[in-house]
């Protein structure tokens, strides 16, 4: 497979830049071989034998002993060949999930059959290999994604809103796809013909080549390709609702101290945070890393300690008058907790524009991602708000040579954003600060061509050809799925702790002696954690220590 940087700037690229080929397809030793063949049983295949197929679940590890092992993408393209002391696999082996490549026998084969419990086991509690396994696992991906080795084929259009939703779904949650265009691929009336589909039912998600999807819904590409799996006979000790810093970090801590935990996130990990181009002022982290990276290594960092992960699942209702609590989800889903922590975070303030709408995904997006920065490369573009996320997005849509117009409602940016990113704005000469200004109308026919706005410190109305506005101004809390199950303030960002009045706390029927834990609601056992979360601080570390945190007062609730 070919590692080598290509320059589209994604988290695939970030992550695969300057590793080499002996990190993503490491060799073991024979010390290291024989750690593992006391938990492995030994296997042969003759030529050509199959060892798994696309789709396949709780796939084995093996660690070739004689002969080789070919991996093949679905269009049969050669992805690597394991040899004598290579081993297969990548993140899905810490999933469960399907798996999106093949294998086959390259001659007669001997290898050690290792069932991916055991991998689970040998990654928590033998650190050299933990971090030979996983640093391939972790990198192998990232270059099939980067490829588009993978067993999903999306037919789309640019002029598709549905294309983009999915193109982002796929790529936020590591999932590799092959993406052809019906404006752009000449080959691609083929393809459809072959899957008795036509332009008017893009975008078309194809799944391991067998099933064929019309413009679905994400929840429907999420079950195809098995990624809103659940049980929902068993009762968890921690049901974590959200997947963004503060809810993963809660999931790396519980399942590392033998908690039973469950995450379920409507979209992808890493919430607003995921969709950030680039954070610059996380700890650990010198020279800045993606909102996208950061998530995924988070989420691989929960799968290692056992955690489960379900995605494209919506919370519907949260039933807290029962013990244990029962968290309700779209399409008659549910499942049972005895603690919960909601850390659902917020979504941007979407502005009062006639047509708004109608051109979300077709000129109107509220994240500034590789996919996103594909559409608008070296274009003049508008990026509303000034906060941080809008401040990051600026700069690295800048950095693909896009003319930004940077629009802020105050006279500057001293008082939201941090001053690392107000400098990088002012010494960058494409883009253009706008104080004082908001945008007032949205034109296009079909997609967004034109753009009005104003600005009231010169009393100007300026009407500009720009087809792509980036919104990111405000916060709402997502908590409509909470009802009148706990206490919330104005604003409906939930009260925890000590925020909560002896008013508020009666009026929930809180039922203890004691007076709720830090991050505890109004019910005993449910926590908020975030930026969903009353008085939260909105920043990333404060998220990921909130969630880590509050895992401590889980046990507490837990040991009641």
């Keep these: 497979m070919a590692i080598e940087e290509d320059g589209s700037g994604s988290a695939a690229s970030e992550r695969l830049d300057g590793a080499s080929p002996g990190q993503i397809f490491p060799t073991l030793d024979a010390a290291q071989i024989a750690r593992i063949a006391s938990l492995a049983k030994e296997r042969t295949f ?27 993408s679905g269009k049969d393209q050669l992805v690597t060949i394991h040899e004598p002391g290579g081993f297969t696999g990548d993140v899905d082996l810490l999933s469960g999930r399907q798996v999106v490549v093949r294998a086959r026998a390259r001659g007669a084969t001997r290898v050690l059959e290792l069932p991916s419990t055991r991998v689970r086991a040998i990654i928590q509690t033998d650190a050299n290999l933990s971090e030979i396994l996983l640093r391939a696992f972790i990198l ?25 939703a999915i193109q982002e779904f796929l790529t936020r949650n590591s999932q590799p796809y092959a993406y052809l265009d019906v404006d752009r691929d000449v080959d691609v009336q083929a393809t459809l013909d072959s899957f008795g589909v036509g332009v008017d039912d893009v975008p078309v998600v194809i799944c391991r080549g067998e099933r064929v999807l ?11 390709l098995g990624l809103n799996r659940l049980n929902q006979e068993a009762v968890r000790d921690l049901v974590v609702i959200g ?32 969709s950030s181009s680039r954070i610059e002022n996380y700890l650990g982290f010198p020279t800045g890393i993606s909102g996208q990276l950061l998530a995924s290594s988070a989420l691989v960092q929960a799968e290692k300690f056992g955690a489960e992960i379900a995605v ?39 502005p009062a ?11 109107i997006y509220y994240g500034a991602t590789q996919v996103e920065a594909n559409l608008c490369q070296d274009e003049e573009v508008i990026v509303v708000g ?7 997005a600026a700069v690295f849509l800048a950095s693909r040579g896009c003319q930004v117009n940077m629009l802020v409602r105050r006279a500057g940016l001293a008082e939201s954003m941090s001053r690392y990113l107000v400098r990088r704005i002012e010494e960058t000469t494409n883009i253009t600060l706008r104080t004082r200004s908001q945008i007032e109308g949205l034109e296009g026919d079909g997609r967004l061509e034109r753009v009005t706005w104003s600005d009231a410190g010169r009393g100007t109305r300026t009407s500009a050809d720009i087809r792509h506005v980036f919104l990111m101004t405000g916060a709402n809390p997502n908590t409509g799925w909470l009802q009148n199950c706990i206490a919330m303030d104005e604003k409906a960002f939930v009260r925890t702790g000590p925020d909560m009045s002896p008013e508020d706390l009666a009026a929930a029927g809180w039922p203890l002696a004691r007076r709720p834990l ?21 920043r990333v570390a404060a998220a990921v220590g909130e969630g880590s945190v509050c895992v401590q007062l889980v046990h507490k609730v837990l040991a009641e």
């Design 140 to 164: 192998r991906r990232l270059a099939l994604v980067e490829r588009g080795y993978g067993n999903v084929v999306v037919i789309g259009s640019r002029h598709s809103a549905g294309t983009l």
């Design 518 to 538: 830090l991050f505890e609601t109004s019910r005993p056992g449910i926590f908020a954690v975030g930026d969903v979360r009353a008085n939260s601080v909105k």
């Design 386 to 392: 000034g906060g941080n996320s809008a401040g990051q």
């Design 214 to 224: 019309k413009k679905p819904a994400i929840e429907d590409v999420a079950d195809c």
């Design 353 to 363: 524009l006639r047509d708004l709408d109608r051109f979300e995904g077709l000129g």
């Design 46 to 72: 003759a030529d050509g034998e199959s060892l798994w197929e696309q789709g396949d679940r709780e796939r084995p590890l093996y660690i070739v002993l004689e002969g080789g092992v070919a991996i093949l």
């Design 243 to 274: 997947a963004g810093p503060a809810g993963l970090a809660a999931a790396v801590y519980a399942a590392s101290e033998g908690l039973d935990v469950l995450v379920v996130e409507s979209n992808a990990p890493g919430g607003q945070a995921g």
């Design 312 to 350: 494209a699942r919506t919370a519907a209702r949260l039933s807290c008058r029962r013990r244990p609590y029962l968290v309700e989800f779209a399409g008659d889903v549910s499942v049972q907790a005895r603690t919960v922590i909601i850390a659902t975070g917020v979504q941007y303030r979407k």
